[in-house]
């Protein structure tokens, strides 16, 4: 403990100048909090370092505070921005609000005037987006194709266009499917499963049939919508 004070202080005070306060970071045991005078001598800057091996995760910077967990180091800055850097240093970037989700699933949510940012810690994954859509099992980012569906675990299960219908059964919610119109005045309409596998194509007439049973329908794009229906076992 003491070689590692010691290998602490000296990389600090070569990275940071004069060093006047060292604190674990609460969260993550695995990092320490510095502080350090900038060079007006009067503010106080600080950064993150890394319990085991003294290497400087974040530089320092006048930050109001600074919070971490397992996955995330969320660095408050005075106009009340945060900045969000994986437990590496690496950026997620910078938001209005963020944090984690405590659902299903495992995310942070980065929020930025319109523009959301997530981040899946499992996966390692970063996606940035303007419209989101939340179900229980999957959540819908949309992106230039159209939809990417992801469950909450980050995992990537399939790509839809941006005309797609979210179907569930009013009994379960649970259960949904994605339902992707065809054009023209008699459309048919092929049914998908939340991982983007075939599920059954609808003939026009039972197509029809099927949207006639539709309740509680809200639109989430003017392509895009989510509705329920009573008759999700006889489809």
């Known amino acids: 403990m003491m070689f590692f004070a010691a ?6 005070a070569v990275s940071c100048g004069k060093q006047t306060k060292t604190a674990p970071l609460e969260g993550n045991p695995a990092l320490y909090t510095f502080a350090t005078e900038a060079e007006d001598g009067k503010t106080i800057l600080t950064g993150v370092a890394n319990k085991h091996s003294g290497a400087v995760i974040i530089e320092p ?28 240093g690496s950026l997620i970037g910078t938001f209005e609000i963020f944090t984690p989700w405590k659902g299903n699933g495992n995310y942070y949510l980065g929020v930025r005037y319109i523009n959301k940012t997530y ?24 992106n230039a194709d159209g939809w990417g569906i992801y469950d909450y675990e980050g995992n ?8 797609i219908g979210i179907i569930r059964n009013s009994k379960i919610p649970t259960k949904l499917l994605f339902a992707i119109e065809s054009k023209g005045k008699r459309p048919s309409c092929p049914l998908y499963s939340e991982d ?9 007439t ?10 509680n329908v809200k639109e989430i794009t003017p392509t895009a919508y989510a509705a329920d229906t009573d008759d999700f076992d006889k489809i």
């Not at 995330?72 to 009340?80: L, P, R």
């Open 206 to 215: 039972q197509w029809a049939k099927l949207k006639k049973t539709l309740k």
């Open 61 to 88: 910077a006048a930050y109001k505070s600074i919070t971490a967990d397992a996955y995330t180091i969320s660095c408050t800055e005075e106009d009340g921005m945060v900045t969000a850097y994986k437990t590496d």
């Open 196 to 204: 983007g596998s075939a599920y059954k194509a609808l003939s026009p």
């Open 119 to 142: 981040y899946f810690p499992k996966k390692d994954l970063i996606v940035s987006t303007q419209k989101v859509h939340n179900e229980y099992n999957v959540i819908l980012l949309e």
């Open 156 to 163: 990537f299960l399939w790509q839809a266009p941006q005309n």
């Open 7 to 12: 290998f602490l202080l000296a990389i600090l």
